[in-house]
């Protein structure tokens, strides 16, 4: 009884000590810092601020991290800088619960320090040196992607609440106390709402530097054999418009879940920093491992087999890319006349609009109009068939006509354009010809037709449609033939 | 009756805005500046370098920090000074920043000994008095009862300003005098500027008061029950932490060993 007694009370003590409350500030930082406006501008003319957001840091990343895990040597006031200073890889007084190990950011150092950005800064961090790592400093440091941003991402901000209410029943039933929840619930399922980022905002972070095309033209590169120092490639220079152009970064333009990010290509493996230069041979995008990094997560399976090599030669960052542009909006699109694709499909474009000019035209003047169109070779095919005079001799024989003075000879029978009559008169009369009008015949003629007497003298006219009586075959009719 | 008041309304106004010239603009046209002043006001124009303000640089900075203080620019003496302006003290620049959120610049800086100046809030867009509540201040009034509420927000705008008869001695940017020393700065000789800068510069103190001229209770620079502070206010604002350990320092340059003190 007794033994079991003093087994209860070492499993609360032990319980308090890993899970007690923490509070970020046990060194009274907060008493001055906590003032809004602790603003000035420094000797370079940089804008500082001292002042600390406590709800907000309360809140961030670091919130149960005390002030002096970080900058570590502060004794004194005034603050000397040097003792401000923050190192990324040094550990900190949180510890893993399992094995009371402390945490660190080193394993990602680490990985940053056999990347192409080694160099970056990771330590020495103040507020006051912004400015000189700005111009001194071409690598990135943590801060410069990194920043105290809220521990819990705004966008995730309603799932992480509702798998909360959902913890404090299910696992709140064996850790009781907000102190537990807090500590480790809270971390747990934070890490189970997904991702802080999305593919978009981890692009952002590569473009913000990678995507300053003058910035990058002042790159200085190392060649890692002979360490000889060279300015980039263009290639290197216009890494991210290029990007941009590929299917890979239009769909996480678009928001897709299928678009391969920087860091899915560049450093896929462990904490997402080791991104090696192409021409290292440990590098994910070295053209020995591609088969492996585009096959990864099933992207592009098929790249692991043998034989599919070749889908890997395709250049994600080719020049030639920068060519292509946007058609959503063309005429804003500044560099149009720099596509090749532009100036390519510009005759076509050209002759599909003449195209569709002539074709209003035509549906706007000639719509209704129905004319018999002279087919290739129906001259021919009237000659042999049906022993029609060549054109040519028509022609003749109608000027020949013209000379002599036609003789008028009014209609014996007049029809009404009945609609009846009107589709009588569609039928082709191949062999009715009516002569050509004089201006006394236009002028005397009323509802009657002038019609060619040496053939046709009895026949009836029938008042016909104007596509009939405008034919290549048939003469001019007069302008009264419709009243 | 109506016609009369409104009358009355209209002069009053007239008369406010007309006779408005404030104490500091009638000490720099009374100044007769002596040749040291002048020299020695030409030899801090020759000596100035403009400070390029770099606010946006491409490493920003890792905890979400202050906006800068918008009621600054409704000072004149941003126009020449920086925005925050105090930069040289390493000590106390931030703590001096920080209350130019709610103190003008002529409270700390025009103190004439011969007249007797009486301070009250003032909103700093128009120029007119804002009646003395405990709201006005930082510190919330009912913090026991309310513990999250201990630090609020300050409202923007509204500072504690000298008034001498009634008016407000502060020098504003809409004021003609400080247009035209706008003007001359732009197109004026360095002797001009010398002259203008020293008339502007020698009715003022360039040391504001000791921490303790407000936060200790013997002293009363600023009578904060008069400004609106009610009891527990004014004993926070007495009692300040800070203040008291600024009071350790002897002289500018000295460090002390901060650990245990603000515990």
């Known amino acids: 009884m007794i033994r079991s007694f003093f087994l209860l009370f070492i499993c609360l003590l032990s319980f308090n000590a890993d899970a007690g409350p923490r509070y970020s500030d046990p060194d009274g930082c907060l008493s001055c810092h906590v003032y809004e406006g602790l603003n000035f501008i420094d000797e370079n003319g940089v804008f500082r601020s001292a002042t600390i957001d406590s709800e907000h840091y309360a809140s961030s990343l670091h919130g149960s991290v005390p002030c002096k895990d970080c900058h570590r040597e502060v004794i004194d006031y005034p603050h000397k800088v040097e003792n401000t200073e ?65 521990y819990i991402a705004e966008a995730q901000l309603e799932k992480f609440k509702e798998a909360f209410d959902h913890a404090e029943t299910e696992c709140g039933n064996c850790h009781q106390g907000k102190a537990w929840m807090g500590q480790f619930g809270g971390h747990i399922l934070r890490r189970f709402v997904g991702r802080r980022w999305n593919n978009i905002e981890n692009n952002q972070l590569c473009i913000q530097c990678h995507g300053d095309i003058e910035a990058m033209r002042d790159v200085t590169q190392e060649d890692k054999e002979t360490h000889e120092k060279h300015p980039p490639s263009e290639r290197f220079v216009q890494s991210s418009a290029s990007y941009t152009k590929t299917l890979h970064g239009r769909l996480i333009d678009a928001n897709s879940d299928f678009g391969a990010s920087c860091i899915d290509c560049h450093a896929p493996e462990g904490w997402k920093h080791e991104i090696r230069a192409y021409t290292d041979e440990k590098s994910a995008s070295h053209p020995d491992n591609l088969g492996e990094s585009c096959g990864q997560s099933n992207c592009h399976g098929y790249t692991k087999k043998p034989g599919n090599e070749g889908f890997t030669m395709t250049d994600m960052h080719s020049l030639s890319l920068l060519g292509l542009h946007s058609m959503e909006k063309p005429l804003e699109d500044a560099d149009l006349w720099q596509s090749n694709w532009f100036r390519g499909a510009l005759p076509l474009m050209l002759a599909g609009i003449a195209l569709a000019i002539g074709s209003l035209a035509w549906w706007i003047l000639y719509r209704t109009d129905k004319k018999i169109i002279a087919k290739f070779g129906g001259d021919r095919f009237e000659r042999v068939m049906i022993g029609r005079k060549p054109k040519k001799a028509r022609a003749k024989a109608a000027t020949a006509k013209k000379t002599r003075v036609p003789k008028k000879v009014e209609a014996t029978t007049v029809v009404d354009a009945a609609p009846e009559a009107t589709a009588k008169a569609d039928t082709p009369i191949a062999e009715a010809k009516t002569t050509p009008t004089t201006p006394s015949v236009e002028k005397s003629a009323e509802s009657t037709a002038v019609v060619d007497t040496e053939k046709e003298a009895t026949e009836t006219v029938v008042k016909k449609p104007a596509s009939i009586s405008e034919s290549a075959e048939t003469p001019k009719k007069s302008d009264d033939s419709e009243s | 009756m109506y016609y ?113 100046l009486n301070y009250q809030w003032e909103d700093v867009r128009d120029g007119m008095p804002v009646k003395a509540k405990s709201k006005l201040f930082r510190q919330a009034a009912n913090a026991e009862e309310k513990p999250q509420e201990r630090v609020k927000a300050l409202h923007s705008f509204y500072k504690v300003t000298p008034f001498y008869q009634a008016n407000a001695v502060v020098l504003r940017k809409s004021d003609e005098f400080a247009q035209e020393t706008a003007r001359l700065w732009k197109a004026g000789t360095d002797d001009e500027k010398a002259i203008r800068r020293a008339s502007i510069h020698v009715p003022l103190e360039e040391k504001g008061p000791e921490c303790s001229a407000c936060h200790d209770k013997d002293e009363q620079f600023l009578d904060v029950t008069a400004l609106g502070a009610n009891n527990y206010q004014a004993d926070k604002i007495y009692n300040n932490i800070i203040a008291q350990f600024f009071a350790r320092y002897k002289d500018e340059d000295s460090r002390i060993r901060i650990m245990r003190i603000l515990k």
């Open chain 1, 86 to 150: 923050v190192d990324c890889g040094a550990s900190c007084h949180i510890e893993e619960p399992s094995e009371g190990v402390k945490y660190s950011h080193d394993v990602i150092h680490e990985e940053m320090d056999k990347s192409v950005h080694a160099d970056g800064w990771y330590k020495g961090l103040t507020g006051g040196n912004r400015l000189e790592e700005v111009e001194t400093e071409q690598d990135p440091s943590c801060r410069r992607c990194h920043s105290n941003t809220a």
């Open chain 2, 4 to 116: 009369r008041l409104f009358i009355i309304g209209l002069l009053s106004a007239m008369s406010y805005h007309v006779m408005a010239e404030g104490l500091y603009l009638q000490e720099i046209n009374n100044t007769v500046l002596t040749e040291q002043q002048i020299n020695e006001s030409k030899e801090k124009i020759l000596e100035h370098k403009d400070v390029e303000v770099r606010e946006k640089l491409n490493v920003a900075p890792f905890h979400q920090r202050g906006q800068l203080n918008a009621s600054l620019e409704y000072s004149t003496c941003t126009g020449c000074h920086l925005s925050p302006p105090h930069t040289k003290s390493e000590r106390t620049r931030t703590f001096m920043n920080m209350h130019t959120q709610f103190i003008a610049c002529e409270t700390c800086h025009f103190r004439p000994k011969d007249k007797q």
